[in-house]
């Protein structure tokens, strides 16, 4: 392998992002029939170093080398004409335009989509993928979004192809039907690179393995020669434990008491249908389930946010008066004196306002309070000065959009911000979500505080482990409906992950 | 007896500058600029059209002499240069620079009608005329004639064979820029810098050259919108703001046909119809309530918005992009 | 083999930069289109710059007459400018502030005309306000309404309505023609003066200007200090989050056009009342239109808008004077605010972004 010219040779890459060192003076080699995993913490400058490889950032400092010419890479066509393809974390899919159009989007020649369908169905074919051509892109799930992602770059015949996150937002079953067709590809002699957080992966899938922190290259090795622990403790500098506490319920109470509950869409599709469940206090309730079969509609049903067609989700006092939440708004629901907190998937679209600093994020929650016209902005800045010493939010100050903060210190300020107000309802989606592992135990223990203060706590969550590791409780949702509820100690992956695919998850396999 | 025979051509010829000025903002608003400028562009492509003609008929000694193809290249050359500028000016503040596109295509409108009136100022001036226009009939009879079979074929040539060649080139760019939109690779590219500009550039369309070309060859068909107005509708007679606010009727117009230049054609002469229904409506003789007639193209406009708001149909909306500046960077 | 090749330079986004530099780019930028105005000129009239310069300068301060013209235009710039400016914090663009305050005007004239000698002046004058502020109001509301339940698009809305406003406008002035035949309104009360606002000593725009002063730091306090300038602003950066905290959006969106129209429907009471006496319909001159200018240039703060306002205004006049001076024609103005308008608008882009040359850039 020592002797093989690299397909891509990067060499003291640098990017700045103002004043945030993305890349530091990187070097990375990738080679032909290689699956290469690229590891780093959240933040650490993967997904900026890959940008610059498929030409959406250019390099601040440095040369790229492809079979050992130094070439430049301005553009997307660029890339795409040294043979690069990347599937992005993010899709860049034209939503009114069909799978078709999107992937012969941006070729040369005349257009002919009969032809383009012929093609992709063979590649389909090939590889065992299904994607309907002359579907629109707004109509599809989002694991078929990523099947026109794929299918586009094959399309292509991109021969380096780098993909970000890839197995995110996939079943067990499709991520092993795209590490079977990564393996052909490597064997068809393609360089392959592969952003990912999942250290199984890396181990199932990858040859060798590259480790970024903190913008700066550590090392790269061949899978076979190192272990999980070894790779961890590169990515963040020093040991870890990757035990995450489960301390036992302390006197739960039932707390929120959903009963047949069923949502629509706007677009009549069902969401949710006939879910019933109740969720106590001082007990971490997770929520396991692929993505988009109606977890975010349950949270935002629980959180008023979203019309349900039929149902009940009553709150439970301590003394057992029940209260229905359905029919009202955020805002009345707070007024009732439900004290509700919500940490939503999207924290810079939903749960905070990334061009205000980190005060007027604190007062979003709170800027009702009193009689006067006008707001209060002292409490708020005292709130945001203590979010930040307690939760180690590494930011210029307060006055700091949060727009300029990393993921990780994004989601401790709405953390931060939404155990504030000392809530009895906690939920959270997808809590974790591209934070590094030091991130993601903080919000654990933050989690694990709450609930042993007696909130009760409703988490959903993507990764299994993880799951499987911090909820009492674990209530499985497959195609909107509720496929079962089982014990979080004790639960087996395999079991858990059957009822993600199958209602009851009673299998004859 | 309302009389459709003249109503009707007097309809389309009211409707063929807006034909002219929604096609030109359709492609831009397609590439995602929203160019409010339009208004300024039509009288820019307008006044432009006239100096050319101005010089061109004042370089004979009677204006009877000038030769019929260069009295048309002339203006029309004219005026598709003025409109590139006024859209080259528009692309590169808010792609080059990336301003705000209302601000922009506001600023662009205030000084395209000033530019307008100034030179037709000016150009009034010079001819020494009496009254306050400019009057280039021979280069007006140049654009108006139309098919001498016309007028032997009764109410069918009225309606539909008695107009000057722009009216039909109208038409045609319109069906051209629909078929190219929604059946080439070109319109497919087009469309998905509009919809995803971060999207096209991942795929290698060079978004920018885009937004430029389609800008620019918007701007010199919503230009030609203007030369049409003076030199057919106005029969080569230019008088000062004498345009109006057509400018906004086109943009209208774009959002009443859903982005779609094939339903401009009929709907643009809809709209040419109401523009000017309060003259072939008999109100006595009270004068006052033929103002409230001027107002029905705006209304039917409002309402037509309110109804496709209503209906929310994801293929009608506007362009996902449409008034965003995009840079690759962002971040 | 290898044809592309590094370009020249590279842009990208730069951080926050302190005060002073952004308005010594702005600064620059206007200087930049100052000197070209007066190229521009120059080679249109063949006169020395210098001469131009002046007679800008002369066109706003020549003499004590000019001054109060000048505030009083600033002072009705701003008062759009100002009624715009809530809507477009909330990225609500109100394009219809020429429509809102004609209304405004056209309800005043016809509290004016109507009333005049059945009420005491006094209760003309409260009805001219209430009426000009009510309509104002609902000709923003209209298009908020339909906003806040569909989603219709406000930008087209607005607009619409300001032509929509011109024609009623134009019908009420053949109806109430004077004299008859004119198909003008005139003076409104040339003898009675009822539902005049009164002077204030011998100034006939001190009124205005001071009514307009106050709603400027009303403005300013409203927005940066008050709950519901904080919902707007919320609002504003996404619906999403707004809705997520339980503010209601669509009560804020109407809420705030209604208060948006409101203020230009004053704008149009302060122009009939306050001064011009009459209506016309194009009595608002096109300020709906330069007030979204005034407001996106000074950043919507209502305070810098004071500025934004002043220049626009003082190019506006001198313009118009060096069109007097020199016998051009009045439209001159709006070349040269144009040319203006394009200069500061690109200056913006070195405000937030930075080019830096690349390594082949830096070796040529």
Redesign the interface.
């Known amino acids: 392998m020592e002797n093989k010219t690299a397909a891509v040779a990067m060499r003291n890459i640098t990017k700045r992002?103002?004043?945030v060192l993305a890349n530091d003076k990187v070097w990375l080699d990738i080679y032909r029939g290689e699956i290469l995993a690229l590891l780093g913490e959240n933040g650490s400058g993967k997904t900026t170093l890959m940008n610059m490889l498929?030409g959406?950032?250019?390099p601040?400092e440095g040369t790229i080398s492809i079979d050992g010419?130094?070439?430049?890479?301005?553009?997307?066509?660029?890339?795409?004409d040294h043979g690069i393809g990347?599937i992005?974390q993010h899709f860049?899919?034209?939503?009114?335009?069909t799978a078709a159009?999107?992937i012969?989007?941006?070729?040369?020649?005349?257009?002919d989509l009969k032809a383009a369908s012929g093609r992709i169905r063979e590649i389909c074919d090939a590889y065992g993928f299904e994607v309907d051509p002359d579907q629109?892109i707004?109509d599809m799930s989002v694991s078929q979004k990523q099947t026109v992602e794929i299918v586009k770059v094959l399309y292509r015949g991109a021969d380096i192809l780098i993909l970000d996150e890839p197995t995110a937002v996939l079943t067990p079953q499709e991520t092993d039907r795209l590490f079977a067709v990564l393996r052909n590809m490597r064997d068809d002699g393609k360089a392959i690179v592969i952003i990912t957080h999942k250290m199984h992966e890396v181990e199932a899938l990858s040859d060798r393995v590259a480790i970024l922190r903190h913008g700066q290259f550590i090392g790269d090795m061949p899978t076979k020669m190192t272990n999980a622990q070894e790779m961890t403790n590169m990515m963040v500098g020093h040991a870890v434990t990757l035990n995450i506490d489960r301390p036992d319920p302390v006197d739960p109470k039932p707390r929120i008491e959903v009963k047949g509950l069923t949502v629509r869409s706007i677009d009549g599709i069902l969401k949710l249908d006939d879910v019933s469940f109740t969720a106590n206090s001082g007990e971490i309730l997770g929520i396991a389930g692929i993505s988009g079969c109606g977890q975010k509609e349950l949270l935002e049903s629980i959180?008023?946010?979203q019309p349900v067609e039929s149902g009940s989700i009553c709150y439970i006092e301590d003394d057992g008066t029940k209260e229905e939440l359905i029919g009202k708004?955020?805002?009345?629901?707070?007024e009732m004196g439900v004290s509700l907190s919500?940490v939503?998937e999207?924290r810079l679209?939903?749960?905070?306002?990334?061009?205000?600093d980190l005060a007027?994020n604190m007062?979003?929650?709170s800027?009702?309070s009193g009689r006067?016209?006008?707001?209060d902005r002292r409490s708020p800045q005292h709130l945001a000065e203590a979010v930040v010493r307690d939760l180690e939010v590494s930011t210029p100050g307060i006055s700091t959009p949060v727009r300029r903060l990393s993921g990780g210190n994004v989601q401790k300020v709405l953390v931060g911000r939404e155990i504030a107000s000392a809530p009895t309802v906690l939920l959270t989606a997808y809590a974790v979500r591209g934070l590094d592992i030091n991130s993601s135990y903080t919000i654990y223990d933050l989690i694990n505080r709450q609930k042993a203060s007696g909130v009760a706590v409703i988490y959903v969550g993507e990764d299994l482990d993880v799951l499987l590791e911090l909820a009492d409780r674990i209530l499985v949702l497959c195609g909107g409906k509720v496929s079962g509820i089982v014990p979080g100690r004790g639960a087996k992956k395999r079991d858990v992950g059957l009822m993600m695919t199958k209602l009851g998850g009673n299998a004859d396999e | 007896m309302f009389d459709f025979i003249t109503f009707l051509p007097r309809a389309v010829v009211q409707g063929i500058p807006l034909l002219l000025g929604s096609t030109g903002e359709t492609i831009t608003e397609k590439s995602g600029n929203l160019n409010l400028g339009i208004p300024g562009i039509m009288y820019v492509g307008a006044i432009s059209g006239v100096i050319g003609s101005f010089f061109y008929e004042a370089s004979f000694a009677s204006p009877k002499d000038i030769d019929p193809l260069l009295g048309i290249l002339i203006p029309v050359a004219c005026c598709l240069l003025g409109s590139l500028l006024m859209g080259l000016l528009y692309c590169f503040l808010t792609v080059t620079l990336r301003a705000n596109q209302n601000v922009t295509g506001l600023a662009l409108t205030t000084f395209g009608v000033g530019f307008g009136n100034f030179f037709g100022g000016s150009l009034i001036k010079l001819s020494g005329s009496e009254l306050p226009s400019i009057i280039l009939s021979a280069t007006s009879n140049a654009f108006r004639r139309s098919l001498p079979i016309a007028d032997k074929l009764g109410w069918f040539g009225k309606i539909f064979l008695s107009y000057g060649f722009l009216a039909y080139l109208a038409v045609i760019i319109a069906l051209t820029v629909a078929w190219i939109l929604n059946?080439?690779?070109v319109g497919?590219?087009l469309?998905?810098v509009g919809?995803?500009p971060?999207?096209?550039?991942?795929?290698?369309?060079?978004v920018g050259r885009y937004k430029y070309t389609a800008t620019c060859i918007g701007s010199m068909i919503a230009g030609l919108g203007g030369l049409y107005y003076v030199m057919d509708y106005a029969s080569g007679v230019w008088t000062n703001n004498a345009f109006g606010d057509r400018g906004w009727l086109a943009i209208a117009l774009v959002i009443f046909t859903v982005w779609r230049p094939n339903i401009g054609v009929l709907a643009s002469f809809l709209f040419g119809g109401l523009y000017i229904l309060h003259m072939y409506i008999p109100s006595g003789m009270n004068l006052a309530v033929k103002e409230l007639y001027k107002m029905l193209p705006y209304v039917v406009t409002i309402i037509v918005l309110i109804i496709t708001s209503m209906r929310n149909k994801?293929?009608n909306q506007p362009p996902?992009s449409l008034g965003l500046a995009y840079f690759?960077?962002e971040? | 083999?290898?044809k592309?090749?590094?370009?020249l330079f590279?842009v990208?986004?730069?951080?926050a930069l302190p005060w002073y530099r952004t308005w010594a780019i702005r600064g620059t930028a206007l200087l930049l289109a100052l000197v070209l105005c007066g190229i521009i000129t120059s080679i249109v009239t063949g006169q020395d710059p210098l001469a131009v310069y002046a007679a800008i300068w002369s066109g706003s301060f020549g003499t004590k007459r000019k001054i109060w013209v000048l505030l009083q235009n600033i002072s009705m710039l701003l008062c759009v400018s100002l009624a715009v400016t809530p809507a477009f914090r909330m990225r609500c663009w109100n394009l219809g502030g020429e429509g809102q305050a004609l209304i405004g005007a056209l309800t005043s004239a016809a509290c004016m005309i109507l009333l005049a000698g059945k009420l005491p002046n006094w209760a003309v004058i409260l009805c001219m306000i209430v009426s000009s502020l009510l309509a104002g109001a609902l000709w923003a509301g209209i298009p908020a309404f339909f906003k806040a339940r569909w989603n219709t698009n406000e930008t087209l809305f607005t607009l619409m309505m300001n032509y929509v406003a011109t024609q009623l406008v134009a019908y009420y002035c053949v109806v109430w023609e004077s004299p008859k035949g004119s198909g003008q309104i005139g003076i409104i009360n040339p003898n009675t003066q009822i539902g005049w606002f009164p002077q204030i000593g011998s100034q006939k725009y001190l009124l205005n200007i001071l009514i307009v002063a106050v709603v400027c730091v009303l403005m300013y306090v409203y927005l940066n200090?008050?709950?519901?300038?904080?919902?707007i602003?919320?609002v504003g950066?996404?619906e999403?989050?707004a809705?997520?905290?339980?503010?209601?959006v669509d009560r804020v969106i109407i809420r705030t056009m209604l208060l948006s129209g409101a203020v230009c429907g004053l704008a149009g009471l302060l122009l009939v009342g306050g001064t011009n006496h009459t209506l016309t319909p194009t009595i608002i001159d096109g300020r709906g239109f330069t007030a979204v200018m005034v407001s996106w240039l000074a950043k919507f703060n209502p305070i810098w808008m004071i500025l934004t306002s002043f220049l626009l205004v003082f190019l506006g006049r001198g313009a118009g004077e060096i069109a007097t001076k020199f016998g051009l024609n009045q439209s001159f103005g709006d070349i040269l605010t144009g040319v203006i308008l394009f200069c500061i608008i690109g200056s913006e882009f070195f405000i937030n972004y930075q080019i830096?040359l690349t390594r082949r850039g830096k070796e040529q």
């Open positions: 992002f103002g004043p498929s959406i950032y250019f601040d010419r130094e070439v430049v890479i301005r553009s997307p066509k660029d890339a795409f990347m992005h860049k899919l034209v939503d009114v335009l159009e999107n012969v989007l941006g070729l040369p020649g005349r257009l629109k707004y959180a008023g946010l708004d955020p805002l009345s629901i707070q919500f939503p999207d679209g939903m749960g905070l306002v990334g061009n205000m007027d007062m979003l929650r800027f009702r006067s016209l006008f707001t | 059946h080439t690779r497919l590219h469309r998905a919809e995803g971060n999207t096209a550039d991942a795929a290698g369309i060079d994801r293929e996902a690759r960077e971040r | 083999m290898n592309t090749r590094t370009p590279h990208s986004k730069r951080g200090y008050s709950k519901h300038g904080y919902e602003a919320v950066e996404s999403r989050t809705r997520y905290v339980g503010i209601k830096k």
